[in-house]
């Protein structure tokens, strides 16, 4: 092969390689366009605010519902703006947790019924069984969490809801119109329910936190 045929494969080769090498850089912050932000744990560029209509995550993933979406990209839940400094966990809906190194919320573990109540002796004559009857009926829910009715479905189905730490029925059933819906909070970016009570840490741009740290106010 002569020399220049040589030079001019290595050529074809390059031009090849050129694509490949673009498409496999590292990406930074400065590849972020002005309406986005980087983010570090995946190294990647989101837009502020979030996409107009993200899609729901899939079946046993959820994502926090006031600063986080399912990115089907990414594989996992992430912020709809830059993560403030000193930012508080990103907070679930009851029954979830969330996992900081797989960015999403998991269903919690299920807690074991409890043991059942051991029946009357059979040499007690009944009396037992009597006295039991009489007692007052068992609660729906175990000490410490509400029967909220479930909207849409019958009277008599119910869910049991820890009304002082769940963020959608803070202080109450929201199916009865108790309580407070924290996801609902104007401006509100990280929210949590502590005691029955709505507590905001961050705001999202344009709001910051109110001095009682329950609302954000519009800047």
Request: aromatic content about 8%; some cysteine.
């Amino acid at each position: 092969m002569t020399l220049i045929a040589r030079f001019g494969a290595a050529l074809i080769v390059l031009a090849a390689a050129l694509p490949f090498v673009a498409a496999t850089a590292v990406r930074s912050s400065d590849s972020c366009q002005e309406s986005e932000f980087w983010w570090e744990p995946k190294g990647c560029c989101l837009p502020y605010g979030g996409p107009p209509a993200p899609p729901a995550p899939p079946k046993g993933h959820d994502c926090p519902p006031t600063s986080h979406y399912w990115n089907v990209e990414q594989g996992c839940c992430t912020p709809s703006n830059p993560l403030p400094p000193r930012n508080p966990p990103p907070q679930c809906r009851a029954g979830w947790t969330w996992w900081p190194l797989l960015h999403m919320c998991l269903p919690d573990l299920p807690t074991p019924p409890s043991s059942p109540p051991s029946q009357p002796s059979s040499g007690s004559g009944g009396y037992g069984w009597k006295r039991h009857a009489h007692k007052r009926a068992a609660p729906l829910c175990p000490t410490g969490l509400d029967a909220c009715p479930i909207v849409g479905l019958s009277t008599k189905d119910y869910e049991c809801v820890d009304t002082a730490v769940e963020l959608e029925s803070c202080g109450g059933c929201a199916s009865l119109g108790q309580g407070e819906d924290c996801t609902a909070i104007a401006g509100a970016w990280n929210v949590g329910c502590e005691q029955g009570r709505c507590a905001v840490y961050t705001c999202t741009f344009g709001f910051k936190r109110a001095k009682d740290g329950q609302s954000c106010i519009p800047l």
